[in-house]
């Protein structure tokens, strides 16, 4: 079993950051990717961005320039780097660990970009 804890969420102007943390812990040995997925009221989950366990990391076109997802291995962290942030970023964005069995996630954290 994998859990997932986030953090780093909240109220930021148009054009702010903010800086969201995954920590991982259980089984992560087992882990073979884990990324960011977001989901705003009325829309289905979709994905953000996510990294493998040997680095390489994938970005979903809307936030291509704008986000860097990256991990720390020795504290078993994956960070989601959020620059230039938009209205329509607002969104719970989740953390997700995907093992070859199963998906897991984190409880979700909000991130809403108004003025």
């Known amino acids: 079993q994998v859990h997932l804890v986030e953090s780093g969420g909240g109220l930021v102007q148009p054009g702010g950051s903010l800086r969201l943390s995954c920590a991982a812990s259980?089984?992560?040995?087992?882990?073979?990717?884990m990324g960011w997925y977001r989901q705003a009221p009325g829309k289905q989950r979709e994905l953000v961005a996510a990294?493998?366990?040997?680095?390489?990391?994938n970005h979903a076109d809307s936030v291509k320039g704008r986000f860097s997802i990256s991990r720390d291995n020795a504290k078993n962290t994956v960070y989601l780097q959020m620059n230039s942030l938009k209205p329509e970023d607002t969104a719970v964005y989740y953390c997700?660990?995907?093992?070859?069995?199963?998906?897991?996630w984190g409880q979700g954290t909000q991130v809403t970009v108004s003025s």
């Open positions: 259980g089984s992560i040995f087992s882990i073979l990717v």
């Open positions: 990294i493998t366990s040997g680095g390489s990391p």
């Open positions: 997700n660990a995907r093992t070859v069995v199963a998906d897991h």
